[in-house]
């Protein structure tokens, strides 16, 4: 009995520490990996918006309810702050839900992290190290998805493509939420946002984006994103496949940065 229990809390230790956990762990109906931006072109109100509405959806009845409602009537889910190639840092573990005491829990876990801040944006670093998390976490997932939430184009590291096209080829599917609250002033800005999601972004079986235009609606967009990815929802004609817009520049990020180093 002491051999047993000391080999289930090794395997609950290499799960949380994100090292390979043996196989037969816990069997959800999603492993859903979220990746936050928090790279400096974020400004403190909109990460503030960004990580309150997580902690927001969390809460809901509604997500609670789209839980319930799968095969198994849980999922895992782990969140971390992203920014450049090399930074990457893990908030919440792999952690399973499988009713509202759990995801009430997750929220006040992430309602105690400040966000942090760091230079550069590098999606296709965040998609690495969620593919990572996902290959590492001992789960039996029915789905695996990573969540991206960020507010400009790829600059650093890899190309996102390369990145996606990994993810998507090991069964996972990315989604997208652009954060589109500001006017594209900066030199590190695009326009459409959206638009680059959908072609660079985003993939995988019904890949979908829910882009945020408007602070009131942050909240709103994150709990109908995690719901339709908790349940499987099929898309609607403003949450589109990556499919279903024409080529944009997925090395545009790159492109930016080469001419503000140079200028």
Known sequence: MLRRATLGLLATWLCLAGLPARAGGPEVDLALVLAVDVSWSMDPEEQDLQKQG?????????????????????????????????????????????????????????????????????????????????????????????????????????????????AVAAGVVVNGLPIMLKQAVSPWDIAHLDRYYRACVIGGAGAFLVPVRERAHFAGAIRTKLVREIAALPGEARIRPAQAEPAADCLIGEALRRQRRWN
């Open 54 to 166: 997580f902690i927001e959806a969390f809460r809901s009845p509604e997500v609670h309810e789209a839980i319930r409602r799968g095969l198994l009537g849980r999922v895992a889910v782990t969140y971390f702050e992203w920014a450049s190639a090399s930074h990457q840092d893990l908030v919440l573990p792999w952690t399973v839900i499988s009713g509202p005491e759990d995801a009430l829990a997750v929220a006040e876990r992430l309602s105690r992290r400040p966000a942090g801040r760091a230079y550069y944006t590098s999606i296709s670093g965040a998609i690495a190290f969620g593919q990572d998390l996902l290959a590492r976490s001992g789960l039996e997932a029915t789905r695996q998805v990573i969540d991206i939430s960020g507010d400009g184009p790829n600059n650093d590291g890899p190309a996102v493509t390369a990145a996606r096209d990994a």
